[in-house]
Nanobody, 124 residues
Framework: QVQLVESGGGLVQAGGSLRLSCAAS????????MGWFRQAPGREREVVAR????????VYADSVKGRFTISRDNAKNTVYLQMNVLKPEDTAVYYC?????????????????WGQGTQVTVSS
C-alpha cells in the first residue's frame, strides 16, 4: 500500500507558476511509477505527466509540454510538478497517483493509489 498526500495548490494569475508536491508513505521501497493527473469540472480525469521509478523517463500531455516539469526525490519519497506559464485552462483538481505496474504506456485505471487532490485555479 502507498499513501499519497498532495500540497502546493492555490490561486494564481495567468502566466504565473506553482509547484505541487506529493509525499508518499507506506510501501515506497518498491519501484513505483508516479503520475500527476487533473480533473476539471464536467471533464474526465486526464494525465498530466508521469515519471519512472528511476526518474529517467518522463512523459507529458501535449497540453503541458514545455511548461510543466515532473521530478522526484526518492530519498524524500516525494514527487513534484513544477507548473510554469499557467493558463486558465489548467484550472482543475490535481491528483498524484502511484502504480507498481511497469508498462510502456498507462491509463488512469492502471494507477492503484491516489491522493486526495489539490485545487489549482488560474485566473485570467
Amino acid at each position: 500500500q502507498v499513501q499519497l498526500v498532495e500540497s502546493g495548490g492555490g490561486l494564481v494569475q495567468a502566466g504565473g507558476s506553482l509547484r505541487l508536491s506529493c509525499a508518499a508513505s507506506g510501501r515506497t521501497s518498491s519501484r513505483v511509477t508516479m503520475g500527476w493527473f487533473r480533473q476539471a469540472p464536467g471533464r474526465e480525469r486526464e494525465v498530466v505527466a508521469r515519471i519512472s521509478w528511476s526518474g529517467e523517463k518522463h512523459v507529458y500531455a501535449d497540453s503541458v509540454k514545455g511548461r510543466f516539469t515532473i521530478s522526484r526525490d526518492n530519498a524524500k519519497n516525494t514527487v513534484y510538478l513544477q507548473m510554469n506559464v499557467l493558463k486558465p485552462e489548467d484550472t482543475a483538481v490535481y491528483y498524484c497517483a502511484a502504480t507498481y505496474a511497469v508498462y510502456s504506456d498507462y491509463l488512469p485505471s492502471d494507477f492503484g493509489f491516489w491522493g486526495q487532490g489539490t485545487q489549482v485555479t488560474v485566473s485570467s
